[in-house]
C-alpha cells in the first residue's frame, strides 16, 4: 500500500497542474506557436485586432512571419512594440501624405516653388540617349520607408532578425523570377518595405542584388515558413481580398483588381492546406474597407477583435498560466528598446553632386540619442531638392561605435527630364484660350547643382523661355541665374467696359540675374532685364502705343513662400516684392521707377481655411509705357472683369476668401471656395485709391494630377458677372 501511494504521488509532481484559465499550459510543456499575418494592404491593420486577443489570452509567441501589410504589422510586434503602440502609428499617421513620394511643399527648395507657377505636372519622364525612361513603380515608397525606420529605430542594430523580441520573417518576391525570398538578416524597416512593394504601384527594393516585390505575388500567407522556423502550433490571419462575384465586376477596373484577387487566392489557398488540426485561423470579416482604404485602415482593427474573439474557445487551448506568460515576457526583454547614440556619420553618395553640397543638409548631433524628426527634417530638405530617387539612412556599428549611414541615390531615369502640361482659361464673357507646354530639364550639370532648363509653350499665349541656373557654393547659398525668353501676348483694350481693340505684345528678353538663397522660405534677387519688343493692333482700334520698343532695367526683387499648397493653401504665407528702375542707360526706351508687390496669407480655422491677398503696383513718375503697365482682371485678380481689363500706372487689389474641402481622403481634394475682392487701376497719383471696384467669386476647386481646376461663377460691379473654368495657375 504504501508502495502504490508513493508511485502515485512520485506521477503527479511530473505532471504539472494547468494555470488558471481554460486550456492554460505550462511554459516548459507548451508547443511552439507561430504567427501567420497575410497582406492585404489596409486590411492588414485587422491584425492588430488580432494581436489585442492573442495578449489577453497569454497567448506566447515563438515566431512570426509575414507578407506586406502582415510584415509590417508582424516586423513591428517582433521589435517590440506593442498592439495599442502600433494601433497609435496608424492612427497618428496621415497616410495620404505617407504613401506618396511628393515633399511637403514647405520642404521644397524655393526654386523648386517657384515651379509651381507653371501649369507642368510636377512627374517628369526621363529622357536619355533618345528614349524615354520611365520610373520602376509609381512611388518610389520615400516617405514609407522613413516611417519604419523611425519606428523600428530601437532595434536599427540588429541585422539578425531571430535576435529580435521574437523572431521574424519577411516573405518578398523575386520579380525577374517570380520565387518568393524569405528575408530573415539585414535592415528591418528595409526587409518590410520591400514585402510592401506593390507592383507597378511601389519601385521594388534591391536587396542582396535581387530586385523584389510585395511577397502577396508568390506567398501571401508563409504558413511553411513559420513551421520551417519550428512552430508546432499555428495562429494565421488571413486578410486578404476574397474573390469577386460574377455581379460585381461590371468594368475594366474590376477585372484588373479580379485577376491580381485570383492570383493571390491561389497561392493563398496552398498556404492553408498545410494547416494541422491543431491550428487556428482566423478571416476577420472586413466589409468595406479595401486594399488600398488606408484613411480609413483603422476601422479594421475593430474587426480583427471581433474576428479572434469568434476563435477564443480555440485559442484557449493555446493560452498559458500568468507566472509561465510573465516568464515568457521576461526572456523577451533581452531586446530592449533604446534610441542608439550616434557617434560618427558618414554619406554614401550615389549622385554627382559633390559629398560636401549633400552633408551641409545633416547636422547629427554626435553623442546623443538619434533624433528622427531633425533627421526625417533634414532628408526632406534634400529630398525637396527633386534630383533623388531615395534618401534614406541606416544606423551602422563599425570597431565598436554606433554611427549613421546616409545613403543618397540620384534617379535612375535622369539626369535629363520632360514634362507636359496643359493650360485652359475660359469665361462667358472674354471667350476661352488653351495652351500647350512642354519643358526639358538637365539636372546636377556640375557638381554644384548646376541646372539647365527650357520651356515651350504653345497656344494662343506663345512662349519659349530658357535658362540656367548655378550655385556657387556647397552650401548653395549664392547663384547666377541667367535667363532668356520669347512671347507674344494678347490683351485687349477696354473702354466704359468695353472691349474696343485687341493688341499684341511680342517680345524677346534677356535676364541676367544673380541672388541669394534664403534657406528654404525665400531668396533675394538683383539683375538687369532688357528687351526687343513689338506692338501691333491685332483687332479693333489702333493703339497708340504701337511699334518697336526696347525695355531695359535694373531690378531688385524679394520672394518669400511658405505656403502648404500654392492652389489651395490651408497654411503659410508668401510675398513678391520687386523695385525696378527702367532708364536710357540700361537699354530703355523710357526712364520710370515701379514698385511691384503681392502679399498673401493662409490659415486654418478647424474644417476652413482663410486666405487674404493685397497686390500694389506704383509708378514713381507716370511716364511707364504700354509694355510697363499694370494690370488686374480675371479670376482672383479681381474677379468678375475680363483678363487684363483694367490698366494703369497705379494698382492696388485687395481679396479675401475662404475654403472648405468637401472631401476627407479622397486622392483628388475637392474645395468649396468663395472671394470677396476690391480693387482697381489709375493713371494719375492723385486719383490712386479713389473709385474702388468690387467684385468676387464661388468656385469649387480639384486638386487634379494635371493641375488645378477651377469652375464658378464671377461677379464684379458695373453688371460684370461670368461663369469660369480656368485649368492651371490662374495668376
Do not use: C
Amino acid at each position: 500500500m504504501n508502495r502504490l501511494f508513493a508511485t502515485i504521488l512520485y506521477l503527479l509532481l511530473l505532471v504539472p497542474f494547468p494555470a488558471a484559465g481554460a486550456g492554460a499550459q505550462s511554459a516548459q510543456h507548451r508547443p511552439k506557436i507561430g504567427l501567420v499575418l497575410s497582406g492585404g494592404g489596409a486590411r492588414g491593420a485587422a491584425h492588430v485586432g488580432v494581436l489585442k486577443v492573442i495578449e489577453e489570452l497569454r497567448i506566447p509567441i515563438d515566431y512570426i512571419a509575414g507578407t506586406s501589410m502582415g510584415a509590417i504589422i508582424g516586423g513591428l510586434y517582433a521589435s517590440g512594440m506593442s498592439p495599442e503602440e502600433i494601433e497609435k502609428a496608424l492612427k497618428g499617421n496621415d497616410w495620404l501624405d505617407v504613401l506618396s513620394d511628393s515633399p511637403k511643399r514647405k520642404d521644397l527648395s524655393f526654386r523648386r516653388k517657384r515651379e509651381d507657377e507653371e501649369f507642368l505636372v510636377r512627374s517628369a519622364a526621363g529622357f536619355n540617349n533618345g528614349e524615354l525612361e520611365l520610373p520602376q513603380g509609381l512611388l518610389q515608397g520615400q516617405k514609407l520607408l522613413l516611417l519604419l525606420k523611425s519606428l523600428t529605430l530601437p532595434v536599427a542594430t540588429i541585422d539578425d532578425f531571430d535576435q529580435l523580441r521574437i523572431p521574424f520573417r519577411a516573405l518578398a518576391t523575386d520579380i525577374s523570377t517570380g520565387q518568393p525570398v524569405v528575408l530573415k538578416k539585414g535592415d528591418l524597416a528595409l526587409s518590410m518595405r520591400a514585402s510592401a512593394s506593390i507592383p507597378s504601384a511601389f519601385a521594388p527594393v534591391e536587396i542582396n542584388g535581387k530586385l523584389l516585390v510585395d511577397g502577396g505575388v508568390s506567398n501571401n500567407l508563409p504558413v511553411k515558413i513559420v513551421q520551417e522556423m519550428g512552430a508546432e502550433r499555428l495562429i494565421v490571419v488571413d486578410v486578404s481580398t476574397p474573390l469577386a462575384t460574377r455581379e460585381e465586376l461590371k468594368n475594366v477596373l474590376s477585372i484588373t483588381d479580379q485577376l491580381t484577387t485570383i492570383m493571390t487566392r491561389r497561392n493563398t489557398e496552398a498556404s492553408l492546406a498545410l494547416m494541422g488540426a491543431g491550428d487556428v485561423l482566423i478571416v476577420p470579416s472586413l466589409g468595406d474597407v479595401t486594399t488600398t482604404s488606408f484613411t480609413s485602415a483603422i476601422k479594421a482593427i475593430p474587426s480583427g477583435v471581433e474576428a479572434a474573439n469568434g476563435q477564443r474557445d480555440r485559442l484557449a487551448r493555446l493560452s498559458v498560466g500568468a507566472e509561465a506568460y510573465r516568464d515568457y515576457l521576461a526572456g523577451q526583454e533581452q531586446a530592449e528598446r533604446m534610441q542608439p547614440v550616434i557617434e560618427f556619420v558618414v554619406v554614401d553618395n550615389q549622385s554627382r553632386l559633390a559629398d560636401k553640397v549633400i552633408q551641409r543638409y545633416f547636422k547629427v548631433e554626435i553623442g546623443k540619442p538619434l533624433e528622427t524628426e531633425q533627421l526625417d527634417q533634414s532628408i526632406g530638405y534634400l529630398y525637396g531638392q527633386d534630383l533623388f530617387k531615395q534618401v534614406t539612412y541606416e544606423v551602422v556599428e563599425k570597431d565598436g561605435r554606433t554611427g549613421l549611414r546616409i545613403h543618397v541615390v540620384e534617379k535612375p531615369w535622369g539626369p535629363n527630364y520632360l514634362q507636359g502640361g496643359i493650360n485652359f482659361q475660359g469665361d462667358w464673357s472674354s471667350g476661352s484660350s488653351i495652351t500647350l507646354g512642354m519643358s526639358y530639364t538637365r539636372t546636377a550639370v556640375n557638381e554644384l547643382g548646376g541646372e539647365f532648363r527650357s520651356i515651350l509653350e504653345l497656344g494662343e499665349r506663345p512662349r519659349l523661355f530658357a535658362e540656367f541656373y548655378q550655385p556657387l557654393d556647397t552650401d548653395s547659398a549664392y547663384f547666377v541665374n541667367p535667363r532668356v525668353e520669347f512671347t507674344r501676348l494678347t490683351i485687349g483694350q477696354y473702354e466704359d467696359g468695353q472691349n474696343v481693340a485687341e493688341y499684341r505684345q511680342y517680345k524677346g528678353q534677356l535676364s541676367l540675374e544673380a541672388g541669394m538663397n534664403l534657406e528654404s522660405w525665400g531668396e533675394l534677387r538683383l539683375g538687369w532685364r532688357g528687351a526687343k519688343g513689338d506692338i501691333e493692333t491685332f483687332v479693333g482700334r489702333p493703339n497708340p502705343d504701337e511699334g518697336a520698343f526696347d525695355e531695359g532695367m535694373l531690378f531688385a526683387r524679394l520672394g518669400i513662400d511658405t505656403l502648404d499648397n500654392l492652389y489651395f493653401p490651408t497654411d503659410g504665407h508668401w510675398l513678391k516684392l520687386e523695385v525696378r528702375s527702367h532708364a536710357n542707360i540700361w537699354g530703355d526706351d523710357n526712364a520710370f521707377e515701379q514698385v511691384d508687390a503681392d502679399w498673401g496669407l493662409a490659415t486654418r480655422v478647424g474644417k476652413y481655411s482663410f486666405m487674404s491677398r493685397v497686390q500694389l503696383g506704383y509708378t514713381w513718375n507716370e511716364n511707364a509705357p504700354v509694355y510697363g503697365r499694370f494690370f488686374l482682371g480675371g479670376f482672383l485678380n479681381l474677379s468678375g472683369l475680363d483678363r487684363y481689363e483694367l490698366s494703369g500706372q497705379h494698382m492696388a487689389h485687395g481679396l479675401v476668401g475662404f475654403m472648405r474641402r468637401l472631401d476627407e481622403n479622397s486622392i483628388v481634394p475637392i474645395y468649396l471656395g468663395a472671394t470677396l475682392e476690391a480693387g482697381n487701376t489709375w493713371n494719375q497719383r492723385s486719383d490712386f485709391g479713389d473709385r474702388w471696384i468690387g467684385g468676387g467669386s464661388v468656385y469649387l476647386g480639384l486638386d487634379t494630377f494635371i493641375g488645378p481646376l477651377y469652375v464658378g461663377y464671377a461677379a464684379a460691379q458695373e453688371n460684370h458677372s461670368t461663369m469660369f473654368m480656368y485649368l492651371g495657375a490662374p495668376f
